[in-house]
């Protein structure tokens, strides 16, 4: 399969599991304010992520609408972000799209295990949920284990025999792969690798 097919197999096959928390009548939620809408869209127009645009767009937008809750959100964002750039072996520079996903996946888990503390009706419950909405739509759509296999398959069944069998085969999926595919779309990277290792190994019995 060539990589025009295998984006094409992408587009079809990409959905976005949008996260839609409970929210109680008659409170204030993050989500219907004006900052949630901003953060509906997180690609610039050449298609890349910019997610500490966005954030700063939204503070801005939440200040002005003096969004109280999503202010401190935010700012709590980008403090984490800020914190790893700090942290990382270049302090200097900023923080790596692969990084902003990461700390912003970690405040949707940090979140998630705070509110399972409270229950259903209780505000900080409400609380915690909301700001995992608002957070959420701040990252990229994340391609499930299925997809991601799918799309993999497709590069090895297109590869010829002498390429599956070479030792470069696994770089050669993953190159056609990050081709197709942005790295924020990917949750955990580190199972790559395995199920590349797999479909070679099945392509040669086939």
């Not at 990382?88 to 295990?113: C, F, I, M």
């Not at 499930?144 to 050669?172: F, N, P, R």
Request: hydrophobic content about 35%.
């Amino acid at each position: 399969m060539s990589i025009l097919r295998t984006s094409i197999l992408l587009r079809n096959t990409r959905t976005l599991e949008a996260l839609q928390p409970r929210i109680f009548t008659g409170a204030r939620a993050i989500q219907t304010s004006v900052v949630w809408r901003n953060a509906a869209s997180t690609e610039t127009s050449d298609g890349q992520v910019d997610i500490r645009g966005k954030l700063k767009e939204a503070l801005k937008a939440a200040m002005k609408g003096k969004e109280k809750e999503a202010v401190g959100c935010i700012r709590s964002l980008m403090a984490d972000i800020t914190y790893h750039e700090k942290a990382g072996a270049n302090p200097n520079e900023p923080a790596s799209e692969d990084t902003v996903v990461d700390v912003l996946r970690k405040a949707v888990d940090k979140r998630s295990q705070a509110a399972g503390a409270y229950p259903e009706d209780h505000p900080s419950h409400q609380q915690f949920l909301s700001e995992i909405a608002l957070i959420s739509k701040f990252l990229p759509r994340t391609l499930s284990v299925e997809q991601i296999t799918q799309i993999l398959e497709g590069i090895v069944t297109g590869m010829t025999e002498a390429d599956k069998t070479s030792k470069g085969a696994t770089g050669q999926v993953l190159t056609q792969f990050w081709q197709v595919v942005k790295k924020g779309e990917v949750q955990n990277k580190k199972e790559l690798g395995k199920t590349i290792a797999r479909l070679l190994v099945s392509s040669k019995r086939t």
